[in-house]
Nanobody, 119 residues
Framework: QVQLVESGGGLVQPGGSLTLSCTAS????????ADWYRQAPGEQRELVAS???????NYADSVKGRFTISRDDAKKTVYLRMNSLIPEDTAVYHC?????????????WGQGTQVTVSS
């Protein structure tokens, strides 16, 4: 089986930090590209950060300078380091990745992890 497994969400006070992890398991050969999305209740899903082959990255203006997306190809894992968190960051965060398998590239979504920023 092939899947993306997320971890690292939780409750944090404003100004705090969290790091989310998204690991590809199964027969995945490599992660071609990956994104982090978030969705707050009643809101549309928002693209937060993206990372491509060669570690080129893009960020939403709302998180630029505070969040960092990175990857560890040996561990088949992508990370989202979130610093200086504010209540507006509260959402369910989903990782998405194009996984390179032996027979082609396929799109997968993680199960989601809750991030709550509150004092």
């Amino acid at each position: 089986q092939v899947q993306l497994v997320e971890s690292g969400g939780g409750l944090v006070q404003p100004g705090g930090s969290l790091t989310l992890s998204c690991t590809a398991s199964g027969s995945t050969f490599s992660i071609n590209a990956a994104d982090w999305y978030r969705q707050a209740p009643g809101e549309q899903r928002e693209l937060v950060a993206s990372i491509m082959i060669g570690d080129s990255t893009n960020y939403a203006d709302s998180v630029k300078g505070r969040f960092t997306i990175s990857r560890d190809d040996a561990k088949k894992t992508v990370y989202l380091r979130m610093n200086s968190l504010i209540p507006e960051d509260t959402a369910v965060y989903h990782c998405h990745a194009i996984l390179r398998l032996t027979d082609g590239n396929y799109s997968y979504w993680g199960q989601g992890t809750q991030v709550t920023v509150s004092s």
